[in-house]
C-alpha cells in the first residue's frame, strides 16, 4: 500500500484525503469552484491547514452533461494554479484531474504535479497509458461508462461491481506491463450509474480490494447522497461524511472531497475504532 510520489514513500494503509479544487464555472457544486489567484491560493491553504494529504485540480467540469472546454484552456488553467500552489506550499502533493494526456504532460513536466488522477481510466486518451509510464508517477484509474456527455441516459451492467473490477483489472495489467508501479483504483461513483449502483458498489466495496491496489472513494456531495435525503448538495456534509465512514470500514485508502476539515474528523474517529487498520481478511 505504499505509493512512489517523486522518492518520497507514502503509505497508503493509513487513510488519506484529497481535496478538490475546481477551476471552472461550472462544477457541480458551486462552493468548490475556484477561479481568481487569491481564491484558489486560499482554497489550497485552508485545506492543507485542515489536514489534506493531496490537493486535486481540475480545469475541466466533468459534471453529467458538462460541456468540454477546449485542451489549451484546461492545460492553462491548471498549470497556472500549479504554479501558484507549488510556489506557496513547495512540499505538498498536487494531483491533477484529468482525461486528455497533453494536459497531464504539462501540468507534471512543467507545472510540477505529482499525480494524475484521469476520470476515464486511459478510456478518452489513447496517449494516456503510454505517458502515465513514461512519466513513471502515481495514476489514478477511475472506471466510468460513457463520457461526461452520455454517462448518465442509460447506465446499464450486468453485476455492477464484478463489471467495473474487470474492467479495471484489465487496464490495470497493461499498465503494469508497460512498467507503471503505482495504479490507484476508483469504481467512480456517479459516473455512468444510478444512484441503486451506487449504493451497491459501497455496500459491496470491500470487493474492489481483491485487485491488491489501493482504493479511490469519491462520495463527496454527490447526487446518490443528496437525492436520496431530498436536499440539495449544499446541504449534503452530513450524508457526505456517513459514507465517507463506510468507504473508510470497507477499504477505501483515499477519501477525495470537497470538506477537509470534515473528512478529517471521519478519519480520527475510523483511527479510534480500528488504531492498527483493516486487515485484508477483515474485508471478507
Known amino acids: 500500500m505504499f505509493i512512489n510520489i517523486k522518492g518520497r514513500l507514502v503509505d497508503l494503509a493509513k487513510p488519506r484525503i484529497m481535496g478538490i479544487i475546481n477551476l471552472t464555472e461550472d462544477s457541480f457544486y458551486s462552493s468548490s469552484r475556484y477561479n481568481s ?24 467540469s466533468t459534471r453529467p452533461g458538462s460541456a468540454a472546454v ?11 494554479a500549479i504554479g501558484l500552489i507549488r510556489k506557496a506550499f513547495p512540499d505538498c502533493v498536487i494531483s491533477v484531474d484529468t482525461y486528455r494526456a ?14 494524475i488522477n484521469d476520470i476515464s481510466g486511459g478510456e478518452l486518451d489513447q496517449g494516456m497509458f503510454p505517458l502515465v509510464a513514461g512519466l513513471n508517477i502515481p495514476y489514478v484509474m477511475m472506471h466510468m461508462q460513457g463520457t461526461p456527455q452520455t454517462m448518465q441516459l442509460n447506465p446499464t451492467y450486468v453485476d455492477v461491481v464484478s463489471d467495473i473490477l474487470q474492467w479495471l483489472s484489465e487496464r490495470a495489467v497493461r499498465l503494469r506491463q508497460a512498467g507503471v508501479k503505482d495504479i490507484i483504483l476508483d469504481a467512480g461513483f456517479g459516473f455512468g450509474k444510478t444512484t441503486e449502483h451506487n449504493f451497491e458498489m459501497l455496500r459491496r466495496f470491500s470487493e474492489f480490494r481483491v485487485a491488491g491496489m489501493p482504493l479511490l472513494a469519491g462520495l463527496s456531495r454527490k447526487s446518490m447522497i443528496w ?10 456534509l452530513t450524508g457526505t461524511a456517513a459514507l465517507n465512514m463506510t468507504a473508510l470500514m470497507k477499504g477505501a485508502s483515499i477519501l477525495r ?21 483493516i486487515l485484508f481478511d477483515q474485508y471478507s
Do not use: W
Not at 497533453?102 to 499525480?115: H, K, L, Y
Not at 470537497?258 to 487498520?277: C, M, N, S, W
Open 227 to 236: 437525492r436520496t435525503l431530498d436536499v440539495t448538495p449544499d446541504e449534503a
Open 102 to 115: 497533453a494536459v497531464a504532460e504539462a501540468a507534471v513536466r512543467s507545472a510540477g504535479a505529482d499525480i
Open 37 to 60: 489567484d487569491s481564491e484558489i491560493l486560499g482554497a489550497a491553504e485552508n485545506m492543507l491547514s485542515e489536514g489534506a494529504d493531496i490537493l486535486d485540480l481540475g480545469g475541466c
Open 257 to 277: 472531497v470537497h470538506d477537509v476539515r470534515e473528512a478529517r474528523q471521519v478519519v480520527t474517529l475510523f483511527e479510534k475504532i480500528y488504531p492498527e487498520g
Open 70 to 80: 477546449t485542451a489549451e484552456a484546461e492545460k492553462r488553467r491548471v498549470c497556472d
